[in-house]
């Protein structure tokens, strides 16, 4: 019993410190593909980014609108509904547009990075990579993860400015908000460090989603059982990674 | 041993076990510049490991491969990328990129290590997939392709940089008749017009004696038997007879381990 707790946490700290190493390769790499194949990164950047587009967009508008419904029913009780812009900008700026984001980028470029690895293992094609003298590591590996890396900031920068228009078409348009009052009290309350705060917590996320992602698939069982147990594994530790990093950042910024 | 040697690959005392499965128990092999070389066994006796193995791709626990009388374990990465560029592989069901075109399939090791233009680029491609016999093909999708044609697409990519070795993984699994015919022709037409050296791993006894120069048959972790196709059918050994007869039974028994049959079947067993 003892001994099988041992073993199954010695496995574990194996495994951390083989993710992290995997990580310090992936970064040494990062400069060089950046400048020699920086054709590669674009494509990547086009498949996690400009392919997840629509849906960050799309859940960008309702969680905004939802924020619009909620903030002006809990505002209006203290006759502060004019105040529901600055109450949007600072939930989706510093939180929801990164977290959101991160949630939906695990589930449409991370599953899909992970699988497309996975099977590339399975199917033979980065052992064949290997045997033509090319390196998977480099050729295959860095350029995903860099398009996440890159794409991730852009998509909550998306998100979140959608989310602000959901807001503004639910307060304004639907609930009779004065438009002026929402955008001013935004612009004077929200400052450049919340929307740094947003930022740095979207770069991070994007480093984590993507570096689970590209570690998942790279180190799935080569069989279709495996690939989907790496896919699945990659939305759920995003998750929870993603989360403990917001409530980390939140604590240090505050 | 060294370049000009006769030997083109030795292998001395490997052994090499996958978790507490031993698969090679001292083996030693000797590979022929120039010839045609088949490793047979039945399946699951490590033939594919065992290529794997000489390409480095797996690190052996005991024992020394030569390749070009070079020890293979004491390459660097970048030596090993170097020597990787004289091998080339079939893998068994193809291994294309999936995500680009054959033609850009078969100009990505030039892509990669060369610095060619366009132009002979395509013209070095064109002439790799017109030796195959699929220069038409060359704006399909690997998912367009037959397993066939998959089969020698990956082929022109294996030869594109003009290897000194061709390695084929089971390359006639699960091909029809017509197909089958065609990849043996150009198996054997690669070797002796580009004097190249082949190996290839199969059971596929009645195709491989066609084409091999030499064949080893693996069994249990070593070389059960070596010589000339013709040698190996006319062999005494029990396993060998079996394995180039396609017997059920033999020293390779039809049953895999099991408890006594009556025994099951009334449920003693799990008492």
Redesign the interface.
Known sequence: MLRDIYNTLLEFVRTFGAFQLFFLKLVKHSPAILVTRFDLVVKQVYNAGALSLVIIMICGLFVGGVLGLQGYSNLARFNAEDSIGVFAAFGLTKELGPVITALLFAGRAGTSLASEIGL?KA???L?????????PVR?VLVPRFLGGVIAMPLLAAVFSAVGLFGTHLVAVELLNVDVGAFWQQMQNTVDIEDINEGILKSVVFGITASHIAVWEGYNAIPTAEGVGRATTRTVVITAIAVLVFDFMITAAMI | MDETSENLIEIHDLKYSRGPRPIFEGMNLTIKRGEITALMGPSGTGKTTLLRLI?R?LIPQHGVIYVNGVDISTLNIRKL??M??Q???L???G????DISVFENVA??LR??TKLTNRLIRHVVLTKLHAVGLRGAADMMPAQLSGGMARRV?LA?AMV?DPEILIYDEPFVGLDPISMGVIVRLVRRMNDALGITSIIVSHDVAEVSTVADRSFLISEGSVAASGSPDELRTAKSELVRQFMHGMADGPVAFHFQAPGYEEQLLGRDSE
């Open positions: 590339m199917t033979d094609q052992s064949a990579m290997e045997m033509m003298a090319v390196n050729r | 390409t791709q990328y170097e990787r560029q091998f080339g592989m893998f068994q069901n291994a294309l990129l999936t990505f090791p990669e290590h990956a990519r940089m």
